[in-house]
């Protein structure tokens, strides 16, 4: 905070304070004029008066600020009655003690300013001083706060720590029994380890009787095996040449057959063309034999209407169809198409 802050709350506090021991206006105009005057070396005017004090009428302060610096005027003056000097003596006396008067204020103002200085650096140290002791009485508080809550904590701790230790102990004795246990099952785990190795090696002798004996019975099977390889190899090739003379014999059978096939394929297609001419030929007697039918029944129908006519005139038509036909009616017709051989294949 600057030195001008610090008058100005002063001033603040000296003039409530004023205003509550001066309540009629004029009179705390009057002290509030030689408060800044005399107290901090402020020249008073009119609006710094009414900005202090702020009672009355502008007039007021203008009125007493006149009243204080002719009151001053007045006392500033110095006055030597002597009867043996002259008037103009006795002023220039009052002149020269009014000039040693006003220096001396100066000085034990300026003396009074040092003082005020001193006094505020000293002021501005104690508070410093304040300042940091604040700042350390601060920091221990937070470092005892952490040590009480570091203290809490390791309080904390050790009480989990010893319920973790009642727990290990109770945990320690379950686990000695637990071995103990252990123990005596290892003991009695090794009486039936022994007894299960003499068991083991009776049971291996054993084995090894019948794997000596497995032993010999495989060799004699596998000269068996041999022999039977040995049997199988020789029908295998047996096989083998007669496979090679059945695979020739079957060469020549489809050479033979392919000739066959070849000649009976030649017969086939001459007999194909020999039925497509005999189809042409049946095709042409179908025809002639629809326009004979309907010949015949032209003179059916005539024959019916001419019924007086007689038998004779009933037979006249039946012997021109069968000069026609080249048959009789009571013969039966031949087949038109031969039937076909059927072509066997080997």
């Known amino acids: 905070m600057s030195d001008a802050t610090l008058d100005e709350v002063r001033l603040a506090a000296e003039i409530e304070r004023l205003k509550s021991e001066f309540p ?38 203008t009125a007493v600020l006149s009243e204080f610096w002719a009151e001053l005027r007045e006392k500033s003056r110095v006055r030597i009655e002597h009867a043996d000097l002259p008037e103009e003596l006795q002023g220039a006396a009052g002149e020269l003690v009014a000039a040693l008067w006003t220096r001396a204020t100066a000085a034990a103002q300026d003396a009074l300013e040092a003082l005020r200085v001193e006094v505020e650096q000293a002021r501005q140290a104690a508070q410093a001083s304040v300042t940091a002791m604040e700042g350390d009485l601060a920091r221990t508080e937070t470092a005892l706060e952490q040590r009480t809550s570091a203290l809490l904590a390791a309080q904390v701790r050790i009480q989990e720590l010893e319920q973790a230790q009642a727990a290990a102990a109770a945990t320690r004795n379950a686990l000695e029994r637990e071995v103990e246990r252990l123990q005596q099952d290892g003991r009695e785990r090794d009486g039936a380890l022994a007894q299960a190795r003499a068991d083991f090696a009776v049971e291996l002798d054993k084995l090894r009787a019948g794997a000596e004996l497995a032993e010999t019975r495989l060799q004699a099977a596998e000269k068996r095996a041999l022999l039977e390889i040995e049997r199988e190899r020789s029908a295998s090739a047996r096989l083998q040449r007669e496979l090679e003379a059945s695979s020739k ?65 009933g037979a006249a038509p039946a012997q021109r169809v069968q000069r026609r036909t080249g048959r009789s009616a009571d013969t039966p017709a031949k087949p038109l198409r031969p039937a076909r051989k059927t072509i066997a294949r080997k």
Not at 30 to 56: D, H, I, K, M
Request: hydrophobic fraction near 35%; charge should be positive; glycine fraction near 10%.
């Open 24 to 61: 009629k206006t004029r009179e705390l105009y009057r002290e509030v004029c030689a408060l800044l005057f005399f107290r901090f070396g402020v020249t008073p005017t009119a609006n710094r008066l009414y900005q202090l004090v702020r009672r009355g009428s502008m007039g007021t302060p």
């Open 249 to 313: 014999r079957t060469a020549r059978a489809e050479e033979s057959a392919r000739a066959e096939i070849q000649s009976l394929q030649g017969q086939l297609g001459d007999l194909r063309h020999q039925a497509g001419m005999q189809e042409g030929r049946l095709e042409a007697l179908r025809a002639a034999h629809a326009a004979q039918t309907r010949e015949l029944d032209a003179l059916r129908k005539k024959a019916g209407e001419g019924s007086g006519t007689g038998k004779a005139a």
